[in-house]
């Protein structure tokens, strides 16, 4: 009997010290909240937790200092000096950091699991055979709904997932692609989307409802643009650069608004880090930042050629004193601080900056 009572679901009470009732909720010999909502995360450097410490490539690494130090004392594999977007947005939700899809334990997938692979693409052409692309991620999410199944049943699983929340960020490493001059912005931009598209269907397909679709930044004003680009030039962001981004941008957000049109539940927040970036980079002082411009750790103008940790072509770098007054770690991405910015708008921005959901509306839908 009681070996029974762990593969089915039930209601339990738990006494606070404050005298509150809290209903639990129990799958198998997890107990949870019974308003409980678990994020799946997908996508690239910018989300990556570390599954490509797990997987043979070059150059789409930050196991190795100086990544990782600020936070976790230790490299984790986070492009960043610490915590990176998804583990401010578990903090907010009430959930544990996510781990790597790959990270090699035993892994429950109650409270989601972060599938994210730096350098991946939506097309399956970017960075093939070095990274997880997103539409093998989204193979990986099809193993989770099998092995959660298998654990709690059809029942329990189809509410798990139903009520998750689906976070999704890719499309930066396909516009650094050589063949991408190969196309117009308008063809090249229309593959991208149209790849994002159909694994977010995939994902409803499985059950999802629920989806946190972040836009492409202000790919100009990145150290690393303005530094192969600009020289030894000073200068502002580089427009030219940043239009393929307001292209996807566009694009992406009329799909989005035809997907709550074509198919019923879907939900979704659609954050505009274009603007958002490009504010926090040019004005770092209005949110508590320094320098917006130059990357803490890198060498060359802006600290923009990508050698932070001297692991790649390039060997030489500098490392600033202090990582939380910068926008950028290295030439490409957040510090732990530009992150936390990034994502408590994401979380509990008004419609100026996220909509139609929030991700914190999401969380309690």
């Known amino acids: 009997m009681a070996s029974k009572m762990l593969h089915f679901c039930f209601l339990i009470f738990f006494f606070l010290s404050y005298g509150i009732l809290i209903p639990i909720k129990c799958l198998g010999n997890t107990c949870l909240p019974k308003e409980h909502v678990a994020l799946f995360v997908f996508g690239d450097s910018l989300f990556d937790v570390g599954n490509n410490n797990y997987i043979n490539t070059t150059g789409s690494q930050a196991n190795y200092s100086p990544y990782g130090e600020t936070f976790f004392n230790y490299p984790t594999g986070r492009f960043s000096n610490g915590r990176v977007i998804p583990d401010f947005v578990a903090e907010y939700a009430k959930l544990p950091l996510l781990q790597p899809y790959l990270f090699p334990g035993n892994q429950q997938y109650v409270n989601g699991i972060n599938f994210a692979s730096a350098g991946a693409g939506a097309l399956v052409e970017t960075n093939q055979g070095l990274v997880i692309g997103l ?106 650069f940043s239009a393929i981004a307001e292209v996807h941008n566009t694009m992406l957000s009329v799909e989005l608004q035809k997907l709550k049109k074509q198919i019923k539940g879907f939900k979704y927040s659609y954050f505009n880090l274009f603007d958002l970036s490009f504010e926090v980079i040019n004005n770092p002082s209005k949110f508590g930042l320094k320098e917006g411009g130059v990357a803490c750790c890198g060498s060359g103008p802006y600290k923009g050629y990508f050698s932070c940790g001297g692991k790649r072509e390039v060997k030489d770098y500098d490392l600033c004193k202090n990582p939380s007054d910068y926008v950028f770690f290295d030439s490409v991405h957040p510090t732990e601080s530009a992150s936390k910015i990034f994502s408590q708008f994401m979380w509990s921005g008004n419609q100026s900056i996220t909509g139609p959901y929030n991700l914190k509306s999401l969380f309690e839908e």
């Open 135 to 240: 539409k093998t991620q989204l193979t990986y999410l099809k193993n989770v709904k099998k092995i959660l199944r298998q654990r709690h049943g059809d029942k329990e699983t189809t509410t798990l997932l139903s009520k998750a929340v689906y976070l999704i960020n890719i499309g930066f490493d396909d516009y650094l692609q050589e063949n991408s001059s190969l196309y117009t912005h308008q063809k090249y931009v229309s593959m991208v989307v149209g790849n994002l598209t159909t694994v977010i269907k995939g994902i409803y397909d499985l059950g999802g409802r629920k989806f946190g679709i972040i836009n492409q930044p202000s790919l100009g004003c990145f150290p690393t643009i303005k530094a192969y680009v600009n020289g030894t030039k000073l200068g502002s962001c580089l427009e030219e």
